[in-house]
């Protein structure tokens, strides 16, 4: 222990060791960075392999599935076969089954041929096989019968002996038409030994020296098909929780790692083959991984031998070269050394440490601080919000937990303050810049308030900032509006900002703040009428409040109708003006109908008006809605009407639209017979028509919603296309013909336009020429 002590306190010493163990660390991480590399490799290359043994698996039985597919349509197409088939002469069909019978014992994969005759009504089969054929012809039969639709040209696990816990044969049918009645009712039954399969799977892992490993083939239900002589672990539900996984990854071929009791395995599957079976391999993992923990073992010893001697020699040279150190330490604890302004050594170690406990401590006690402020802003917005469940001893508790400056018992009153122009100030101003911004109010505001009253202040978070004033006697609005103008005057000196300020009438209890805090918020939007600046009470909204009508008078209506007609800019902003003075007498909801069926009017006066006109007058109502909404008085909205209503006198006024569609067509006509100037942009076609460039291009694009530049790439771009489609030119002839200089770029743009380079649409446009 005393070692241990002392070494903590040689900080030389310790920087000596730690040099010598720099080497140590290095060995360590690379022998660990070489396993994790080599585990890597093997599990990866196990991967591949994996992927490729089922990949070949599958194609054997695609391709097996294809000889038997191969034969039955052969069969049963064969002119010999007909008096099976469908002949009537019951002799005739007998005398075929010879054929049969020699197929069978010729096939190593065949377990017996059926061929039902439906004009007959029997069936017949070869006979070389250990099968009763009535319980054959049985088992077809009740599988036809069973089965609306039978699968054509399928191997199909078929159970002959009853039993439901395994299958037989794969049979596969041949039949005319869609489905088995459909034609003529004959059909053909190829029925295939399944140790063909599984002989050749054998085979397949034997090749890739995997017999110790599990591989099966199981159908889209989850039943097996078939499995080499390895059976599957025991106990191993396959069904419920190994294929369900598999079923639940989505990915056609994939592998991951499966444990059952207390045993680990690689499982690797394939999944939508043929018929929709899945191929599963099953490794152990620990037989996969032996060599990878072989090679971790060994360099596990070697690394432990090495670090062991770096170690102790490290040991050995540290001491050997701290000793004076060591030695000057002792003497200078023996005389009692005192920590001065002598250069550092390894006793100045206690004063640093001294020195970092108590930045610690000012630190520790810095977040109290803020953690406590963030409780208290925290209980102030559930007050403010949801005062109503707050009980009074709740209230008390918090009030004197977190110094909370509101009285108990008085009078109390609600101010909802809200900085004007708040989208342009956002615009400018960071987030964090905003907080600052809201922090600084809030504290200015405290600051008067609290000469008179008790104060609290919250930043809802919602644009807004909350202040809950309370006093333990009477108070009145008119000293809030004293206070709250020096707080105006204050912000706007030195933040060149201005707010409105919202205030609640006078009550007397503090489960009443979320109700007085909700008036606020809807009080807050009259803000539209009293202006900017503006200290807004109950009784200056009184009016408006008890104001239940939304009427705009017809003869106002047909004013503004007439005065748009006629274009007399006068008249119209008198009545735009009245209008206002209606609005401003409504209800906080009806103000912004009234002003946006001003809107409607003007539009539905401007279809009026355009109804026979070649060139009628747009007015985007869209975007003159979002306008209005942004504005935050009604003198702004004001402006905004005026706006689009010199808008709409300007276009009528000026034949702007028809020059400006002329000089679009005109624009559009040189690029479709130019394009192939690898010259040609805005600034030639502005000399052609002796204009300026920057107007030409603002003019088409207002017009076309395109840029010159795009349109003279879309217009080279066709042009390509068409040469890509009919002419054997080169894509660098083409791009030249065409008008462009630079191949990247060409590429660039054609895939942009159409999806794929301009090589590969010439494939494409090829084959569905041919096809």
Known sequence: ???????????????????????????????????????????????????????????????????????????????DMIALKSGTDFEQSILKLDKLNRLVATSPYLHSIVFYNSKQGRYYSSLNHDLDNNQLY?????????????????????????????????????????????????FLVLNIKPTWMLHNLEALNALAERENDVIFVTDSEGKVLISNDRMLPKQMDIKNSLLQRITSSGKMLDNFTYSHEDKKYKVTYLTRG???????????????????????????????????????????FSIRLYRPVGHLLTLIRRDGFQETNQP??????????????????????????????????????????ASQSISEQEFLQSREQYDIDIEPQGSLVVALVRIDNLRDVSSRTADTAMSLLYFAISNIGQELLRRRYSCEAA????????????KSGGMGLDGLHEVFRDMQGTVRNYYHITFSVTLSSVFDSYRDITAHYSQDLRHANY????????????????NNEECGQFHIPQELERQLTDGIKSGDRESINDVVLKWMELVRTFSF?????????????????????????????????????????????????????MD????????????????????????????????????????????????????????????????????????????????????????????????????????????????????????????????
């Open 274 to 316: 043929l018929n929709d079976w899945q191929i599963i391999s099953l490794q152990d993992y620990d037989r996969m991984m032996s060599n990878v923990r072989q090679l971790k073992w060994t360099a596990a010893a070697v690394t432990f031998s090495v670090v062991l001697m770096t170690v102790l020699i490290s040991i050995y």
């Open 138 to 186: 049985a088992a077809i039969s009740h599988y036809v019968e069973s089965h609306e639709t039978v699968p054509k040209l399928q191997l199909i696990p078929m159970e002959l002996d009853g039993k439901e816990d395994s299958f037989d044969v794969f049979s596969f049918f041949v039949y005319d038409g869609p489905s088995v009645n459909s034609v003529s009712g004959n």
């Open 589 to 641: 909801e009806n103000m912004f109908s009234a002003l946006l069926h001003m809107v409607v009017t003007l539009n539905n006066t401007l279809s009026e008006m355009n109804h026979n006109k070649l060139n009628p007058v747009s007015v985007n109502l869209q975007a003159i809605n979002r306008r209005i909404l942004e504005m935050e008085t009604l003198e702004e909205i004001h402006e905004v009407l």
């Open 459 to 470: 930043d809802m978070k919602s644009d807004h900032l909350v202040f809950v004033i309370s």
């Open 344 to 385: 550092r050594d390894e006793l100045s170690v206690i004063a640093s440490s001294y020195s970092e406990i108590m930045d610690k401590l000012k630190d520790l006690e810095k977040d109290q601080a803020v953690q406590i402020n963030i409780a208290k802003v925290y209980q102030l917005r559930s007050l403010i919000t």
């Open 527 to 542: 803000r539209m009428i009293v202006g900017k600046q503006a200290i807004i009470d109950p009784d200056r909204v009184k």
């Open 644 to 771: 689009a209503i010199g808008e709409v006198f300007d276009k009528r006024q000026s034949g702007r639209d028809e020059k400006s569609r002329l000089i679009a067509d005109t624009i559009k006509e040189i690029v479709e017979k130019h394009y192939s100037d690898p010259d040609l942009n805005v600034q030639k076609i502005a000399d052609m028509l002796r204009m300026s460039h920057t107007y030409l291009g603002q003019v088409f694009k207002e017009q076309e919603g395109a840029t010159v530049v795009d349109f003279i790439n879309r217009t080279r771009l066709a042009q390509a296309k068409i040469y890509l489609e009919y002419q054997d030119l080169t894509v660098t002839e083409i791009m030249e013909k065409v008008g462009f200089g630079n191949e990247s770029y060409f590429y660039r743009l054609f895939k942009r336009q159409y999806g794929t380079t301009p090589k590969e649409y010439r494939l494409k446009s090829a084959i569905n020429r041919n096809s």
């Open 1 to 79: 222990m005393r070692v241990l002590q002392s070494l903590r306190s040689r900080k030389y010493l310790q920087r000596i060791v730690l040099s010598f163990m720099l080497v140590v660390v290095i060995l360590v991480v690379t022998s660990v960075v070489q396993y994790f590399n080599a585990q890597s490799k093997v599990i990866s290359m196990q991967n591949d392999a994996d992927r490729k043994l089922l990949t070949q698996i599958n194609y054997n039985i695609e391709n097996m599935n294809g000889i038997v597919k191969d034969l039955a349509i052969s069969l049963f197409n064969e002119d």
